[in-house]
């Protein structure tokens, strides 16, 4: 069965310091996988995708991520953290048994300090 | 700006009182998703409607249901809310285009937080 492990509970950066939030998935097919964050009181916004072609995406604000077969692992990054970026993000996969659903890691809390 | 709207944003309610929460999507999206989220949790899917094919999700309780009049609306009927149903309610919506990864891009409205005393 597909899933997602986000390792990191909650991160702690200072502000224009990089960030990278991991995420290891496990899917036997070229998965589907996104990220999402979400805001204290807010739904979840999409950042970005992965489906195929350049292991590379960029996002919106400012974020990349990286999907890296070997590894099992398509990890976030963004190369100076802003205030605002404080937030919970979830990676997911999209998980094609059983109708369209996406699976959530359990996401990591990303904490910035000034 | 097409979007997922979600009605009414707070919503308290008495236990054991039935409430429905609401959902309108202006994406056109063929995909609609009713996720429960508890604090510092990942959603929980409940269910979701492919067009009008619903599918539940095993481990969700009875007490949750849906309906989907049209495709724009779709709205989550809580028939005896419990103290353990308070959470955040998250829609979402995806659109189906076969051969693309789209089915499982979701967009999400605001969410409807649940009280209930």
């Known amino acids: 069965a597909q899933s997602v492990t986000q390792p990191d509970i909650h991160i702690t950066v200072s502000e224009g310091a990089s960030l990278e939030l991991r995420c290891n998935y496990s899917?036997?097919?070229?998965?589907?996988l996104f990220w999402y964050v979400q805001s204290p009181g807010q739904g979840l916004q999409l950042l970005l995708k992965?489906?195929?072609?350049?292991?590379l995406v960029q996002g919106i604000k400012g974020f990349e991520a990286e999907f890296k077969r070997s590894q099992s692992s398509f990890n976030l990054r963004k190369p100076s953290v802003h205030w605002s970026d404080a937030a919970e993000y979830f990676c997911?996969?999209?998980?094609?048994?059983?109708?369209?659903?996406?699976?959530f890691g359990a996401g990591t809390r990303l904490f910035v300090k000034a | 700006d097409a979007m997922v709207i979600q009605n009414p944003r707070y919503q308290v309610t008495q236990f054991g009182k039935p409430v429905t929460l609401s959902c309108s999507q202006t994406?056109?999206?063929?995909?609609m998703y009713w996720y429960q989220q508890k604090s510092s949790q990942a959603p929980k899917l409940l269910f979701h409607?492919?067009?009008?094919?619903?599918?539940n999700e095993a481990d969700t309780p009875d007490n949750f249901q849906s309906r989907r009049p049209n495709t724009s609306f779709c709205f989550l009927d809580i028939r005896s809310p419990g103290l353990g149903d308070a959470a955040m309610y998250l829609c979402?919506?995806?659109?189906?285009?076969?051969?693309?990864?789209?089915?499982?891009?979701?967009?999400f409205g605001p969410g409807t937080r649940l009280t209930v005393t």
């Open positions: 979402a919506t995806s659109r189906v285009m076969i051969g693309t990864g789209s089915a499982y891009e979701q967009y």
């Open positions: 994406l056109n999206h063929n995909v």
């Open positions: 997911a996969v999209g998980a094609p048994t059983g109708g369209f659903k996406t699976i």
């Open positions: 409607y492919y067009d009008k094919d619903f599918n």
């Open positions: 992965y489906f195929s072609g350049d292991t």
């Open positions: 899917y036997g097919a070229t998965p589907y």
